[in-house]
């Protein structure tokens, strides 16, 4: 498959006084606000450590904890609804920590005139997709802001779970060895393309449709088959790309990627070339990139193929000793291209 | 003192299709919304006990857990900004509960354009706060949203704390006796009334300021002088009168307020009654209800008073075998009030 490459915006940074859309893509511009202001005032251990969640010592016992807002547009889209999505995502960002999640809050932001009935739509999916991934949502708050002041709804779901003490190196990866695995469990873009499509209202015959689902259940089927299950992280706004980006940079072994080997459906590879879209930047809500040992790998591909969120999975690449800190994917033809985080933004509002 | 007790709106309930800005007041509206909506969907033993905070049960250990959106307007007021009140209003919600706060996330849903620089003042503010009262912030999340679909920045917090044994009480307040007396650390009404103002651009002479602060240390320097705290709230959106109607709703007992025991400064009285507020519905945000027991009091009193967030600090009342599940203040000419819940919406997006 030929993966298009085209940024449509020029690198920003900081210097703006403003805010920009790419501030919240996921890409390099958050990442420079993150860096460059939050991390700023608010360093200490735990926060530096910048994992998906955030691991903290509580009277001898390990606990994960992390945040996220969900601001999608719009709120119901083929596969989903906002609500779905509040929970896997924080669901997942607990579970790629190596930990079980445990609980979850969920605050809303409703804009004044917003529907009960579409709220309560959004609210039992968050019961139902709690209720399958065994969380409970504990805690909550709602806050209302005059018409045009917010999108409807926004929601955030903070989460927390207890981490095993030998999974502990799973969200910095610092168990990495050359030669490690690197599988996903199955196709990208999904997510990304679903909204799209839905949001621009696009005549498509062949329906894309959301891959957002809590990912604990898998990740649990692949423990149990083996342990060496080095690093884990959801591939969710900037996409894959980003979250190979923050597995090699600043890291000592480099990435090769086998394009050949990334599972992609036809449609969304389609909808991404007439857009001009990588499909390595597009967001999914339902991916998990795993770093595994390389004896290893083929037996977790399995475990997760037989589980019905990992049917497509597949080894796509390896662990490197050539071009430390850096990511190369070996295209179809043979050639090789550089890695690269999303600049500026692709598509706003995709969670 | 005369506090009015006018209610603009009628009440109004969940029959109605759309959200109302009534469901962001923290009065009526919002518990139906709670009880007929999130509650009815999210149910489990930990979120049904409604307290401030949720109390976890992990691996032995008692965590409290809880989460605040914040849509203040305006964002800067007089005596802090949405960044403190974000911090104040998380680590309060911990510590009410009994419970020592120790991990902040923030998550910042901001509109495209707002301000870089003004964005660094409120994260600056919650570093200031979050390193004065002792928690670290270590996990947060950033989206941005169109101009025009949010208001300039909206902020999340959700806090971790660790709950002594000793303290599990407090969240229910199932240890409350009759006699036991009813304590407010110092003057109803000043947040309120200092947003309201900032936000109508009011010229008033006498300046509000709001009374926005972390209120852990002051409620440890009154556990350090008695462990006999039986129930704690802080008095947000709502203000004094949701904290009580909270407090004997559905309960075996009664509450009588005396009118002229509560602190209200000259100038909030004077501008709720310009207004035709009720001080005791206004919001605050550095201001906890404690009921204790009544040889106490005098003692917690003291303590309360020699910290800087206490020295206005009262008896403003007590827990009555009369009237059981209702509360009454008695006014300063010597007749009864009944003490009810904010109908409507007062004053919109106060914290």
Known sequence: MLFLN?????ELNMKRENILLGHGSGGKLTHDLIDKLFVKYFSNEILDAQGDSSILPIEGEQISFTTDSFVVNPIFFPGGNIGNLAVAGTVNDL??????PLYLSAAFILEEGFSLSELEIIVKSMADDAKAAGVK???GDTKVVERGHADKVFINTSGIGILPKNRMHISSGKNIEIGDKIIINGAIGD?????MAQRNDLNIT???VSDCAPLNGLIDAAFAVSEDIKFMRDATRGGLSSVLTELFEGKSFGVEIEEDAIPVHDNVLGMCELLGFDPMQVANEGKVVMVVKAEKAEEIVLALRNHTLGKEAAIIG????????KGWIITTIGGKRVIDMLAGEQLPRIC
Do not use: L, Q, Y
């Open 6 to 10: 085209i940024n449509h915006f020029n």
């Open 95 to 100: 579970a790629v920590s190596g930990a079980k």
């Open 137 to 139: 949502i504990v805690t």
């Open 191 to 195: 997510h990304g393309m679903a909204v």
């Open 206 to 208: 062949s329906e894309m």
């Open 318 to 325: 390896e662990i490197t000793v050539s071009h430390p800190g």
